[in-house]
């Protein structure tokens, strides 16, 4: 969908300038929908460009230096990022539902709640990447370089803390379960002593 305003600006031209003059146009326009489905973006330089909530679907970003880039809740269905320079990139909660990340570079990328679903990830890089409960269903992941140090961390600190919780109601069962004996037995004690 098109936002009315979108139609004003020469919107890929404005981003082809680089991050400094979108993220200023971006932060003058922040209600206009971004409509870049089917871009053709192959090698742009997007460092550090606010591109929260884009429709990139389809979009070819192969080679684009997308570093630091904030891509949260974007729309990236079927995107070609293939040898894209992500290093850094917050992907959060974006769909990359069979995109192409073939050979891109995701280190230290926040992917947390994104969807990759049948993505191709095929010799990608994603070491220090955060994929605490993205979904992986299907997706390829020959080859990959990774270092998977955060997701798992987080994974053993949900255990740890789902652990923690059980033990702790354990405990508190325990406690009323002994005071309750305790209770019992001084007024099996009492009863005794009326006998």
């Known amino acids: ?7 004003q600006f020469d ?19 922040p209600t206009v929908l971004l409509d870049l489905r ?20 389809g979009a070819n970003l192969t080679g684009a230096d997308l570093r630091e880039a904030n891509l949260t ?4 269905t079927g995107a070609d990022f293939s040898g894209a320079r992500l290093i850094g990139a917050d992907l959060t909660e974006a769909n990359l539902t069979r995109a192409n990340l073939a ?8 992917l947390i709640r994104t969807n990759l679903i049948r993505a191709n990830l095929t010799g990608a ?3 220090g ?21 955060k997701a798992f961390e987080a994974a053993v600190q949900r255990v740890a803390d789902r652990t923690d919780a059980a033990m702790l109601a354990a405990k508190s069962g325990n406690d009323r379960i ?7 037995e001084a007024a099996l004690t009492r009863a005794q002593s009326h006998d």
């Open 1 to 7: 969908m098109i936002d009315q305003d979108q139609d």
């Open 11 to 29: 919107v890929l031209g404005l981003l082809r300038q680089g991050a400094s003059v979108w993220n200023a146009w971006r932060k003058a326009h």
């Open 38 to 57: 089917e871009a053709h973006l192959s090698e742009a330089n997007l460092a550090e460009a606010d591109l929260t909530g884009a429709d990139l679907t």
């Open 73 to 76: 809740g974007a729309r990236l």
């Open 103 to 110: 050979e891109a570079n995701l280190t230290e990328a926040s």
């Open 125 to 127: 890089t994603l070491t």
């Open 129 to 149: 990447a955060d994929l605490r409960e993205a979904n992986l269903t299907g997706a390829a992941l020959v080859e990959v370089v990774a270092n998977l140090t």
């Open 178 to 184: 002994m005071e309750n004996n305790a209770r019992l």
